[in-house]
């Protein structure tokens, strides 16, 4: 079979919902400072029977990818049994997130033996002093860590909260784990008020032309550690100021579209809580955007729900600079009347109701990255290199996604772009080695 005709037998159907996240686990060993959760010393796990109905329920749904968290995931009282269940997974990719300080040799070992799409974990900086800042001083465990996830063969995404103590010196992470391959991704994110972080968060926010100089930053590095073997991006860069990353082009991450677009992701709470991330951030949401229990549904039947009220647009997101505002506190200066706003914004402080107007919910067929420029023939030669990695989808609204399954990638295309892909990659296949 030619490479067109592959993906031509491969093109599925999707829902709107491309992302699940399962906090399965709410403890934690780590006290980091700008962590959402919070209440990490407070066990509460869902059972390793419920997760795997959830991972179950979204690989029958067509969800691109299943996420693992907590709090720290090594600590669940089941990890094994959860860890097996990825093995049922036909399609969708599935990632584990982990401080990586509890890396025994047996938990890397099951680590390399379930099937794990990806790992992801936790560094903020090069020194022990610069990642110690808001995390603990623990850099040395981490790095042990890094070298056991390396070690299970599974593709590692390192995420660095970047905030006032450790921005400037970030892309020195990056480099330090392109030369020791460590890892193939480094997300750089920002921290936001939310949960116990927001007592933390006026010494660690990033002000808004940080924003911008992280970015830079990015853009200055992003093209040379390509070349060495890792993806750089910043995640809160779009969500923070509205504006698109220059190099961007069709291509961004999972994690940044379903930051971006408010219909493609639902989140499991340790509680058991299935929520829309329509009208939520970190730990917070406006309104009641809880569709219900998987300790009183099954998580197929609320994954239906959340689709139907997704399509028929009853669900709706706030506006992006109005959530940038709570999300970030941007352009408040930390003034105690503007946290008291988003306060009562999100439920945690009495005051007259809020004049916050939700909107409609863009999808992914408005989506900013649909106005950049499409290199038909490069994008063609791309998709003949892992083929089995990709999955071809075909979006509620039109929209056609290509999905890295390990690089956890999407790239997005208008109907006719992806019509003159599968032309090209014709003619490509005609044309003699
Ligand atoms: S941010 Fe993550 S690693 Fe840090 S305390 Fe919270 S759950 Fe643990």
């Not at 909260?161 to 480094?186: C, F, P």
């Not at 506006?319 to 505002?325: N, S, W």
Request: some cysteine.
């Amino acid at each position: 079979m030619n490479i067109n005709d592959y993906y031509g037998a491969r093109l599925e159907p999707t829902g709107r919902v491309l992302r699940l996240v399962i906090d399965a686990v709410n403890e934690c060993n780590l006290r980091c400072r700008y962590c959402h959760p919070g209440e990490v010393w407070r066990t509460q796990q869902l059972d390793a029977a419920v997760v795997q109905q959830a991972m179950t329920a979204a690989d029958d749904a067509g969800t691109l990818e299943v996420v693992l968290t907590g709090g720290e995931m090594t600590m669940h009282h089941q990890l094994p049994a959860v860890l097996d269940s990825t093995h049922l997974l036909r399609r969708c990719a599935s990632t584990l997130i982990t401080n990586a300080t509890l890396l025994t040799p047996e938990i890397q070992r099951q680590l390399a033996e379930s099937n794990l799409t990806r790992i992801c974990t936790s560094v903020d900086g090069i020194t022990n002093d610069l990642h110690g800042s808001a995390r603990g001083k623990n850099l040395p465990r981490v790095l042990d860590g890094l070298h056991r996830l390396a070690g299970t063969g599974k593709p590692t995404t390192v995420i660095t909260v970047v905030h006032r103590g450790n921005w400037e010196r970030a892309i020195e992470l990056s480099g330090y784990l392109a030369d020791r391959r460590l890892a193939v991704q480094h997300h750089l994110c920002a921290p936001s008020y939310s949960g116990q972080a927001r007592e933390n968060y006026p010494e660690l926010a990033l002000r808004k032309h940080e924003f911008h100089s992280v970015q830079t930053l990015v853009d200055e590095h992003q093209a040379d550690l390509a070349d060495r073997g890792v993806y750089l991006t910043f995640n809160s860069f779009w969500p923070a100021t509205g504006l698109a990353p220059i190099r961007t082009g069709r291509t961004i991450t999972l994690q940044q579209l379903s930051e971006q677009i408010k219909d493609t992701l639902c989140n499991i709470r340790p509680n058991g809580e299935f929520r829309l991330q329509a009208t939520t951030w970190g730990r917070e949401m406006v309104g009641n955007a809880a569709l219900g229990s998987v300790h009183d549904q099954p998580p197929s039947r609320l994954l239906r729900n959340a689709e139907s009220v997704l399509a028929d647009g009853s669900a709706k997101q706030l506006p992006r600079d109005v959530e940038a505002r709570h999300k970030f506190q941007i352009g408040t200066h930390f003034e105690t009347e503007e946290r008291q706003a988003t306060d009562v914004l999100i439920g945690h402080a009495d005051g007259n109701e809020s004049d916050v107007e939700l909107v409609p919910i863009r999808s992914v067929d408005k989506h900013w990255a649909l106005d950049n420029p499409l290199d038909i023939s490069q994008l063609a030669a791309e998709l003949k290199t892992e083929p089995q990695d990709r999955r071809v989808l075909l979006h509620p609204t039109g929209v056609m996604l290509i999905f890295h399954r390990r690089h956890s990638l999407v790239t997005v295309l208008r109907p006719a772009e992806w019509n003159a892909v599968c032309r090209e990659l014709a003619t490509q296949e005609r044309q003699p080695a």
